[in-house]
């Protein structure tokens, strides 16, 4: 991988995440892939590379904190071998990026040789934080059997589940992820859309077995991250350690006060049954799946409305795992409506670098921090349809001072 270049945007107009406004007549001052200062053009160091952008605005790389980029079609365990798997990661991991999500949290089925190869310039990827093998109950989320399948082992998702019952089970799938070098730990902690043997509304593992997961991780310095959608199922989650809520779409507000109480995070990952709901019946679902979709698409407004009212920390994630990855701007619209665009943006970035634990290194313009900067050609507070899929205006991709994408060649 070749290292970054020293060099100064300039006339381009800073988009301020935090402050919720754009900075004009500053340039950015970029060294070593990290932005070294924001100062005007006049006092840039003598002899400084400059690019002007032409006042097309500056935006923080987005950051999509539940990704699945291993996962990409709904009959990939009973068809496709793990190798190609991978070797259509590579794909999906340049698109992201590609798309200006610099950086992304994979929910599960991506592992450390995944985020290596990014690392080591193998692949063109965003920055990624994986959780290996998700963790699952016996006729959890995570277990895909069918109802006929008398089967006792393990059934896996393409390899993304391990099938895990009792506290000395779980123990070890923890220490085992562990040992392979993941960032977090994914369990199924209820039910789920595209599973056929649970219900939505019960919730996964006993506390005892969640407590026990939550210890293990946190005595090696990883957290926890739960796919749930029940409101009890929330409560017992977070109550157990948990630290990270996925889905979460039947949240009420007395279990969000004991999220925020517990400094326990919300992503909500709400485009993903539009775009189900759409596509859903042509890559295999049954109707109970459709039927589960449209329950939880219902209600995903409603909890994002609910969390922001409580003040827990909102993120975003996009959970797209069979259908089209291109929606991964999309849901930013979906946010904009209940909260509007500056704080929607803020879920992408500054709310999600909290997440990953990265606070003033992405997710911001500011110094010290890495130089994760999009170009784009339009306001985003004039509304998030400029990182979508059908109005896009990002022209531009800058990934810890590298260029990845200069589509109106403003960048060389």
Known sequence: MTEPQDYALTRGKIVDVIGGKIIDDKAILIRGGKISGIMAEAELPAGTRTISVGGRYLSPGLIDCHAHVFIGQFNDGGHIL??????????????????????????????????????????????MFVAGKILSQTGGHGDHRGRADTCSCSSQLGGTAIIADGVDQVRWAVRENVRQGVDQIKIMAGGGVSSPGDKLIHPQYSLQEIETITEEADRVGRYVMAHVYADIGIRRA??????????????????????????????????????????????????ENAEKNAEVLASGL?????????????????????????????????????????EALRHATVNNARIVRMEGQIGELSAGALADILVVD??????????????NKVVGVIQSGRIIRDDLQLLH
């Not at 291109?326 to 946010?335: K, M």
């Not at 306001?379 to 109005?391: I, K, M, T, V």
Request: aromatic share 8%.
């Open 302 to 342: 409603k909890s994002l409305e609910v969390a922001l009212a409580e003040g827990v920390n909102v993120g975003y994630g996009t959970d797209l795992c069979w259908s089209p990855k291109t929606y991964q701007g999309d849901g930013l619209l979906i946010h904009q409506k209940v909260c509007g665009p500056a």
């Open 238 to 287: 977070v109550e157990a350690g948990v630290r990270t809520i996925e889905h979460g779409n039947f949240l009420t507000a007395a279990t969000a006060r004991v999220m925020k109480e517990r400094d326990a995070h919300l992503v909500p990952t709400l485009i993903t049954y539009e775009a189900d709901g759409k596509y859903g019946m042509s890559f295999g679902w049954a109707p």
């Open 82 to 127: 793990p190798s190609e798997m991978s070797a259509r990661a590579g794909e999906h991991l340049e698109g992201i990026l590609k798309r200006g999500f610099t950086t992304i949290r994979d929910a599960g089925g991506a592992d450390q040789g995944h985020k290596a190869a990014v690392e080591k310039g193998i692949w063109t990827g965003p920055r």
């Open 378 to 391: 339009a306001n985003p507070y004039d509304g998030l349809e400029c990182f979508a899929q059908h109005e």
